[in-house]
């Protein structure tokens, strides 16, 4: 990416740091940078966007500790972008490093966003359909490239529901291993049978391994994760069909 960026960049820069932090609750300090000219604009081009940020407050009020952002070479609606909008004619490629503290991820998974995301698993178990509803769940970075999970779920299987509560520790999927359970055990409600472990081992290697997700119109994946004491990184790869609205 060129040190100097043009008159025309720093102007479109700034004005879509000003939509962009409209679009957000809160946000400690966001940089963009837009890498164009006026002919480029005018032919609706640009060599790249970066995005950077701290502290940032979605309208949804989950946090963002930090978050990096760098995209190629885009095609965008020249009018849009006189006008400061970023509104893309053509699919772009970007990839993003995120770091969520321990705190942040525990609000989020509060937030009735996320709550309605990973609310209900249908597991199946020798051909009958299993529920878990999930009730709450926290999470814990002790470092060591651990996770710990305390939770609570309904269970309803043949007609009737009760309450579990549970613990579990795991490895994260890198780049270098495959995800990894260090221990699950029932804290309260009865404990559950072999049969539903192994289908919800199944589930959630079937999300792990899940090779894309999908989100408003950006399909993306988790290339990598760090996990440290107290914070979490991970590093994605994303196909933007359009630049999200929040």
């Not at 500790?65 to 095609?75: G, H, P």
């Not at 359970?181 to 472990?197: A, H, K, L, P, R």
Request: aromatic share 6%; proline share 3%.
């Amino acid at each position: 990416m060129p040190d100097e960026q043009s008159l025309e960049g720093k102007l479109l820069s700034q004005e879509a740091e000003r939509k962009i932090l409209h679009e957000l609750n809160e946000a400690e300090k966001i940089d963009i940078d837009v890498q164009t000219d006026v002919l480029k604009i005018v032919q609706g081009q640009a060599n790249a966007v970066s995005f950077t940020g701290q502290g940032i407050v979605t309208k949804e009020d989950i946090r963002v500790q930090e978050i990096k952002l760098q995209t190629d070479s885009i095609a965008i609606n020249p009018l849009s972008a006189l006008f400061g909008q970023m509104k893309l004619d053509e699919p772009i490629n970007a990839v993003a490093r995120i770091i969520m503290t321990e705190v942040d991820i525990n609000h989020a998974l509060k937030a009735d966003f996320t709550r309605d995301f990973a609310k209900n698993f249908q597991l199946n178990v020798d051909g009958e359909i299993i529920n878990l509803e999930s009730q709450q769940v926290q999470m814990f970075l002790p470092g060591d490239n651990k996770i710990e999970f305390q939770g609570k779920v309904l269970l309803k299987e043949k007609g009737n529901t009760r309450s579990l509560s549970y613990t579990a520790s795991v490895y994260p999927r890198t780049h270098s291993q495959p995800l990894t359970m260090e221990s699950f055990n029932c804290t309260e409600g009865g404990g559950i049978s072999i049969e539903i472990i192994v289908a919800l081992m199944q589930k959630v290697k079937e999300l792990v391994n899940q090779t894309y997700f999908e989100w408003e119109d950006t399909v993306f994946r988790v290339k990598d994760m760090k996990v440290e004491k107290g914070s979490l990184t991970l590093l994605i790869e994303a196909y933007m069909k359009q630049i999200p609205s929040s």
